[in-house]
């Protein structure tokens, strides 16, 4: 069973005749009769009765045609939507967000996405930063968006924001030996941090902190 056999098919019974339907699809009348004729043979049924004029489909023709043009739909259905895949207008994205950052960063995200592209759905997943690089390698995830990240050449890796810190402070709290550099604002975060309890394990912080002082 070929695909055109069903758009012949189709066409003969629209203009109700093998040459005006010969025509339309660019062949000849004798080719076009030839090859309904053999896929009667095949389906072991009369499509169309010949001795009508113009012609007219049969019982079995009219329950052939009935599956044709569902075909026919489901076959334009597909391409379009191929089409629209292929230019990002259906399909499914899946982004991977820190734990930290998912409640106030895809609000500001989603919206705008979803008013551009409705079609696509969007999957989020949430985690620690190396279980969504996990998950990236593995296909699990399409984009993780992380605060920071080391260089790696099998992943792909772009800048899409800076993030402004501000540290909050009591007035005359920093004094000159917790800034790394006062001109930039960059204050040593391991100068700043109170100290703790001797009883107490201190977490681990990050070497100096970059941000805006109020």
Not at 63 to 87: F, G, N, P, S, V
Not at 181 to 207: L, Y
Request: hydrophobic share 40%; glycine share 4%.
């Amino acid at each position: 069973m070929e695909l055109r056999q069903f758009t012949y098919v189709n066409m003969v019974a629209r203009y109700g005749s093998f040459t005006k339907a010969a025509a339309k699809l660019f062949i000849s009348q004798p080719a076009l009769s030839n090859y309904i004729s053999k896929v009667e043979e095949e389906l072991g049924v009369r499509l169309f009765d010949r001795s009508a004029n113009p012609l007219i489909l049969t019982y079995a023709g009219e329950q052939y045609l009935k599956r044709t043009k569902k075909i026919l739909t489901q076959i334009d259905d597909m391409d379009r939507e191929m089409r629209d895949i292929a230019h990002f207008m259906h399909g499914r994205i899946r982004i991977g967000f820190p734990n930290e950052r998912i409640i106030y960063m895809l609000p500001l995200i989603l919206p705008p996405f979803k008013e551009q592209y409705p079609g696509i759905d969007v999957e989020v997943i949430s985690g620690p930063g190396n279980r969504l690089t996990d998950s990236l390698r593995d296909g699990d995830v399409d984009f993780v968006i992380l605060p920071s990240w080391n260089k790696s050449k099998d992943i792909a890796q772009v800048e899409i924001a800076q993030e402004e810190l501000v540290l909050v402070a009591a007035p005359e709290y920093l004094k000159e030996e917790h800034f790394l550099d006062r001109e930039r604002k960059i204050v040593n975060w391991r100068e700043v941090s109170p100290a703790a309890p001797d009883h107490t394990e201190q977490r681990p912080c990050p070497p100096f902190l970059r941000g805006r002082i109020v």
